[in-house]
C-alpha cells in the first residue's frame, strides 16, 4: 500500500519540554486516533525551533535551518489506497484549523535502516 509523508506546518510546536497533557490533548489525541484506525504507521513530534541546530558548510548554528513564520512541527507516515484517500485523512489534522496547515507527499523510498 503506498505511504505518504503528513509534514505538520505550525508556528512552533506544541511538544516544549516543559508541556502538559492537557496542552498535548489535541495532537496527541489525533495521533491516538489515526494509530488506532490503523492508517498512520509512525508519527514524531519535534520540539520548539529555539531547540534546533543547523548545519551549514560554515558550521553548526542555533535556530532552524530557515527563519520562517513556519516551521515543521512533526511528521507523520499514513498508509492509504490512493491520494484522494491519504488527502481525506490528513485533512483531519488539527494544525488546519489555526493558521498552521499540512503538507502530504507520497514517500518514494525509505524505512528503517538496520
Known amino acids: 500500500m ?13 511538544h516544549t519540554l516543559d508541556a502538559t497533557e492537557e496542552d498535548l490533548a489535541e495532537p496527541n489525541g489525533h495521533g491516538d486516533e489515526l494509530a488506532s484506525s490503523g492508517a498512520m504507521t509512525a508519527a514524531w513530534a519535534f520540539t520548539p525551533r529555539g531547540l534546533a541546530r ?29 491520494w484522494d484517500d491519504a488527502l481525506a485523512i490528513a485533512r483531519t489534522n488539527p494544525a488546519i484549523r489555526g493558521d498552521g496547515g499540512v503538507e502530504v507527499r507520497l514517500v518514494h523510498s525509505g524505512g528503517v535502516v538496520e
Do not use: H, M
Request: charge should be negative; aromatic fraction near 10%.
Open 2 to 14: 503506498p505511504q505518504y509523508a503528513v509534514l505538520i506546518y505550525a508556528d512552533d510546536s506544541a
Open 54 to 82: 543547523s548545519i551549514r558548510a560554515q558550521g553548526v548554528t542555533d535556530g532552524p535551518f530557515i527563519d520562517a513564520a513556519q516551521v515543521v512541527a512533526g511528521v507523520y507516515i499514513l498508509e492509504a489506497d490512493n
